[in-house]
């Protein structure tokens, strides 16, 4: 009897998003792609039998990577940054003498969003009053990070605007 089987790799797209192409150095969308065997009769795929390898395929130049690209921050996420890290120290620097109030949570929604183009909500804000300094530091060094000079120094008079009154 004539039986022609066999196996194949078959592509299959499991997961896909925007990612920092290492290749092309920007944003790209990708898609996650897991080769799966195939058992064949006759060339025809009937079942996956198990799994070949998988990798990360860039849509835009087609350069594929092992999955640990995307543990690589985006430019987006990189952006997002330094605003992390102003809602932090605003939130922070508000909260310094025990309390936020009223005025002081208005100023720091008000001066974020309509001067310095952050948007932060007030839940956002409550969210952050209540998580306290613990990790402050270590958001405020992933923003300077990616940061220039007028970045940093832009964070600095955001720390000394919401600061409270120096009490006699
Ligand atoms: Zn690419």
Known sequence: MLFIGGTKGRPRVVDSGVFFCPNEGGDRPYTHIVMKRTATVFFVPVADIGELGEYV???????????????????????????RGLQRLAAAVIAADGFATTDERFAVLDMLNEHWGVTYTEAELDRDLRAGTEDLYLVLENAGSVMNLDGREGMMQAAVYFRPPISP
């Open 57 to 83: 395929e860039c849509q835009s130049c087609g350069g594929t990577y092992e999955l640990a690209v995307l543990d690589l921050a985006s430019e987006a996420e990189v952006q997002d940054t330094p605003s």
